[in-house]
Nanobody
Framework: VQLQASGGGLVQPGGSLRLSCAASGSIFSIPVMGWYRQAPGKQRRSVSSITSGGSTNYADSVKGRFTISRDNAKNTVYLQMNSLKPEDTAVYYC??????????????WGQGTLVTVSS
């Protein structure tokens, strides 16, 4: 199973970006997909997650600004980031809690995409 993330870049404060992450390989189902981020010199922290049924979770710091969604048919998760702030600058990592069979389940991670919010 591989996760391919895209969509990072440089944006001014107040701007928007949309991240995408597609999972491919031998996949039976993906109960949960989501995003973490790691700012320079800090620990990796959860940003948002979404279940296959559409239930979502957000870190307090991004509530009301970020929206997570997924396309189950495409095994893809998205993160729409609006009203970006300099403190959102980080490497964003997608992850997927994948079942490769009915009995086998583990987490997979994407390669990370850099988001820089600066004027």
């Amino acid at each position: 199973v591989q996760l391919q993330a895209s969509g990072g870049g440089l944006v001014q404060p107040g701007g928007s970006l949309r991240l995408s992450c597609a999972a491919s390989g031998s996949i039976f189902s993906i109960p949960v997909m989501g995003w973490y981020r790691q700012a320079p010199g800090k620990q990796r922290r959860s940003v948002s997650s979404i279940t296959s049924g559409g239930s979502t979770n957000y870190a307090d710091s991004v509530k009301g600004r970020f929206t997570i969604s997924r396309d189950n048919a495409k095994n893809t998760v998205y993160l729409q980031m609006n009203s970006l702030k300099p403190e959102d600058t980080a490497v964003y990592y997608c992850y997927a809690d994948v079942r490769t069979t009915v009995y086998s389940r583990r987490d997979y991670w994407g390669q990370g995409t850099l988001v820089t919010v600066s004027s």
